[in-house]
């Protein structure tokens, strides 16, 4: 009955994304089990510390034998044979970036990637390369995180670190997307610097953090203080070496594990209003959420109505972390979103659903 109940709060009529040319192993993911544990977690921690309770899954997904053998390496995108070059090392060093070299002297539209907390600019190893083929992408470590580990995270030098990264792209703007933290770093940006910001991409960043919120990121970074260690770090690779194939699992354990940073970022946001942020900038928004994201995705019509010119679009199948679950549709809702902030509106890739507008697809009194 309650997954009954739970995929009635789901049902909600806006645009949703197919999976597209998503890999076997994405298809048959079983969404049974991580729904029902998510109510678990929504009733203990009212779904703030979600994401952090299931890296101390110790291998559920593993133990359920819904995920197969990821099977040999590949491109996420199978875009290896595309002209670009994934540069690792660019001019700032915290920043991953994926630029196509055949097209160095044709304006392109900038994409600049936020990670969510705990993770670093890793966490976007399939979209620069799916999208390093069009766009100018770059991701870039939050301040306590990976490359910038030695820093203490605030909002406002998080704010510093994305601007400058998009200071140092060509025309001084980007598209910026964010996921989870890197969706409210977007937000505080697009309101301090509109100018930057060409457009707004938020996927899981869809809460107000504010009273019960507020109480539960405060916990959670408690927990997370008191609870890091090596035991830990092992429990987050198991759960990603058991969750995704080794093309994403791999460069997101590489990049680390920073808890440290992802407490500070919690304390950061904790009591922040974003609503009002958000309000303030007066470009394009897309949010983008997983179906499944339980604890951010309830929000997404308030957050709509809250910005200028906003849409949503939920991609099926996916849970908080969209873009690892259904790599191919978050890339094609940003591709569109990208282009259509240059060319105009344009028409729908085929399988996807208009997006453009103040909230595409809703009717009055709808989620």
């Known amino acids: 009955m309650a997954l009954i109940r ?7 009529d806006m645009p949703v994304i197919p999976t597209y040319d998503e890999p076997e192993w994405a ?3 079983d969404y049974d089990r991580p729904v029902a544990s998510s109510l678990a977690v929504l009733r203990a921690v009212r779904g703030a510390s979600l994401q952090l309770l299931q890296s101390l899954d110790e291998g559920e997904w593993a133990r359920s034998g819904t995920l197969p053998s990821p ?7 199978g875009c290896a044979s595309t002209p670009h070059t994934v540069m690792t090392t660019p001019a700032r060093s915290f920043a991953l970036v ?3 070299t055949d097209l160095a002297f044709r304006p392109m539209t900038n994409l600049v990637f936020i990670h969510g907390t705990r993770l670093t600019a890793s966490m976007w190893t399939a979209q620069l390369a799916a999208l390093g083929t069009e766009f100018q992408a770059v991701a ?4 306590g995180h990976g490359e910038r580990a030695d820093e203490t995270f605030t909002l406002d030098r998080a704010i510093d670190v994305v601007g400058e990264t998009i200071d140092g792209l060509p025309s001084g ?3 910026v997307v964010g996921l989870s933290l890197g969706g409210y770093v977007a937000m505080a940006l697009a309101a301090t610097s509109p100018t930057r910001v060409q457009g707004l991409v938020l996927s899981g960043a869809t809460a107000e953090p504010v009273g019960w919120r507020e109480l539960s990121l405060r916990a959670v970074a408690s927990l997370m203080d008191a609870i890091d260690g090596p035991r830990l770090d092992r429990a987050q690779e198991r759960y990603y070496r058991s969750r995704y194939p080794a093309e994403i699992a791999e460069p997101i354990i590489e990049g680390g594990f920073w808890m440290r940073g992802g407490a500070e970022a919690l304390r950061a946001l904790a009591g922040e209003r974003f609503l009002s942020r958000l309000a303030a900038y007066p470009g394009r928004t897309q949010i983008l959420n997983g179906e499944y994201d339980l604890v951010f995705r ?3 019509p308030r957050f709509a109505a809250a910005a200028r010119d906003a849409s949503r679009v939920r991609l099926r199948g996916a849970t908080h972390m969209a873009n690892l679950d259904r790599p191919a549709a978050f890339n094609a809702a940003v591709r569109r979103f990208a282009r259509s902030l240059t060319e105009g509106a344009g028409v729908p890739e085929t399988g996807a659903a208009s997006d453009h507008g103040k909230v595409a697809g809703s009717q009055p009194g709808g989620r």
Do not use: H, K, N
Request: positive net charge; without cysteine; hydrophobic residues 40%.
């Open 6 to 12: 739970l995929r009635r709060l789901i049902a909600e």
């Open 27 to 29: 298809r048959r993911l």
């Open 71 to 77: 099977g040999p390496t590949r491109s996420p995108t």
């Open 98 to 100: 994926a630029v196509r």
């Open 140 to 143: 870039v470590d939050l301040p």
């Open 173 to 175: 703007r980007a598209v």
């Open 298 to 300: 309830p929000g997404a």
